[in-house]
């Protein structure tokens, strides 16, 4: 009677919890914990450069088949003709020793800081092998998205600067007087307009190129990254005079309103840069600008990717610098997201500044190996669980998975280990990466700290193969929601196979 009774009155069986469990029963071995989390469902790559994205092997085969040289001095890519001091890239089959040296250039794996920063090596190695991403960009986009496939990703939101050139020579031609309005008034009268297409044509190609590589149509060879959804930030590289980094704005908003493919924008570029430092008030007033024409433009935005003095060679960062980065692109340029934040506890009133991130639900990228590589953070020294605990949304992100040699498993692993992370927040970093991506549609979560379910589907089983009537009109009407699903669904199925 006793047992029957208690088998009455059990609570039911809780997989997540089973699955914390396990977690704390593998997580000091680190193979079981390498495999937990490749398996684990991820949500989302929220901070992920395409250029960036991609292995030094890569572009080494793609110089190989496409006839490029070597530059054997500055360990580059160029173009050909080959001779003299530059090396035909097809002599890498045979020379070992100068293919590893590439791979060192083109990445931080062999990296050592002696005599160079690691922010030095890893903003140098982009030039190094940007001969190779010529016509390659369909390529290099099938390559992220089977990366992404890999990790167990349901969507990706890329970081990619189509037009950027061509906006920046109409700057050159436009000039600068200050005045915003009357130089983007100049801007659209010279044609930035006309670059829209050229832009969403070369889209059109490289995602073209990316599906066939991927066997998309062809249910025999179809590769899994054609299940992950992709979407783009139009990125801005902001290391050029106001003229250029303006006219590179007004495309970005043209893009976005042009083409729902690009779901917001992104400014990037060494942040110390003597340009990024002197101009960082200015960039963030022209987004003030622009986004008040058109406040639908979902901004990102990399604030607060410094440290002061010489370690991780950020030399030029005065400690002025780090006060209110992250502020202005919050409450002057309206940025939804902060990319890295890093510098957090240096800005002035940060608790206030953190709190007031939390209300307005400002979700920061966090970029753990990325840090640790350019910056020297690790540790207790990031501000990760400092937002976390001030109720500031965060989500794990790769920023250049290909030149830090990672992937986002790979920053899952870190930050479980390194921050003895437990099963229900790694739940939490996956939700958040899809909730606070900028795929359209309504949220999943009426309550988004607390994954409590929209109303439409109060009654569903969240992630079940049927939704109810009024769960599936949601999930009809929002690509976000049906991420949010189909994520919901490879949780369940992760924690049934993980007890
Ligand atoms: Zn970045």
Known sequence: MLGALSACTATPPNPAAATARYLDRIRNDPAKLDAFLLAFPKGADLHNHLSGAIYAESFIGWAIADGLCI???????????CGRNLVPASALRKNRPLYDALVGAFSMKYFRPDGETGHDHFFAAFDKFAAAETDREGDMLAQ???????DHTVYLELMWSPGM???????????????LARVRNKLIAAGIDQIVPVARRQVDQREARARALLHCADPARRRSGCDVTVRYLAQIIRVFPPAEVFAQDVLAFRLVEADPRFVGLNIVGPEDDPISLHDYSLHMRMFQYLHGLDPRVAMSLHAG?????HRGGLRRVRPEDMRFHIREAVEIAG???IGHGVDIEHENDWRELMADMAARHILVEINLTSNAQILGITGAAHPFLTYWTAGVPVALSTDDEGVERIDLTHEYVRATREYHLRFGQLVTLSRNAVAYGFAPGANLWADVDHFVPNAACATDTIGAAEPSGACAALLATSLKARLQWQLEAALTKFEAGHQ
Not at 166 to 179: I, Q
Not at 305 to 309: D, K, R
């Open 71 to 81: 530059d054997e001095n500055e360990l580059a890519l160029t173009k050909g003709p």
């Open 144 to 150: 992220a998205l089977q990366q992404a496939a890999n």
């Open 165 to 179: 050139p061509e906006a920046r020579r109409l700057a050159r031609k436009v000039g600068w007087d200050g005045d």
């Open 305 to 309: 990717e410094l440290v002061e003095g």
């Open 335 to 337: 940025a939804r997201r």
